[in-house]
């Protein structure tokens, strides 16, 4: 949810940082938070958890590291 929010308030901060509506570095900037949070989370998570080598998208890389 953080990033499906996060992700359009990014945006919409963008857009009006660039017409000139809001100040590139005013209060409104917190609306970024859930952005942020998302992307920690998915860094800290595939960090500690890793990716799962069953995979379809990883089944093939395997057998290419062992020849």
Known sequence: MFG?????LVSLVG???ILG?????????VLVAPEFIWELGIGI???V????TS????AGT???ATV
């Open 4 to 8: 499906l929010v996060g992700g359009p």
């Open 15 to 17: 857009v009006l940082v």
């Open 21 to 29: 509506a809001i100040p590139a570095e005013g209060p409104v900037q």
């Open 45 to 47: 998570y595939l960090i």
């Open 49 to 52: 958890k890793g990716y799962r």
């Open 55 to 58: 995979s379809p998208a990883l």
């Open 62 to 64: 395997q057998d290419a």
